[in-house]
């Protein structure tokens, strides 16, 4: 099997370092310590190269799952961005129906046939709040909601 560049360099520096020892591969192997010192340098410089390659491999493979987590993230954030939007509109419709409904209570509504002009003043000027509401109600999508809590809470003989 032929090896690749990176391979032969490897094998070529495990040699080098590997002449260091040559003297102790003659005692144990006598006039094949060299081929002996070739083949083992070429079967080091073959697992380091498929270390490498695993390594990789396992790089991205890692890379990949980081890529898809962090779309996966930005998609969650995005998902929890809508959420909190929402839950964030809902509150606010709710803290305008809670104002609308504390000014229907508190709405003097025999304002018109007072004799007096601030009371006449001051209940017309709550009527113009209480359709700001109705009007903020509406453009959220809850005119329904504003209507009901309208309806329930004016005074009967007179709208």
């Known amino acids: 099997m032929k090896l690749s560049k990176s391979e032969l360099e490897k094998r070529e520096e495990i040699i080098k370092a590997m002449k260091d020892q040559k003297r102790s591969l003659v005692k144990r192997y006598g006039k094949d310590a060299e081929s002996i010192m070739y083949g083992r340098a070429t079967n080091i ?46 509150k606010q419709v709710q803290d305008l129906m809670n104002e ?38 509406n453009d959220l999508g809850y005119s329904k909601e504003a209507k009901e809590l309208f309806d329930k809470h004016k005074a009967t003989d007179i709208y």
Request: aromatic share 6%; proline share 0%.
């Open 45 to 90: 410089a073959k697992k380091v190269a498929e270390n490498k390659n695993l390594n990789m491999k396992h790089n991205l493979k890692e890379m990949v799952r980081k890529a898809l987590t962090k779309k996966l993230s930005m998609k969650e954030n995005e998902a929890g961005s809508e959420r909190y939007n929402k839950e964030q509109e809902l």
């Open 100 to 137: 609308l409904e504390d000014s229907l209570k508190k709405h003097d509504w025999y304002y018109m046939m007072s004799d007096s002009d601030s009371v006449y003043n001051r209940g017309s000027a709550q009527m113009d709040e209480i359709h700001e509401l109705i009007k903020q109600l």
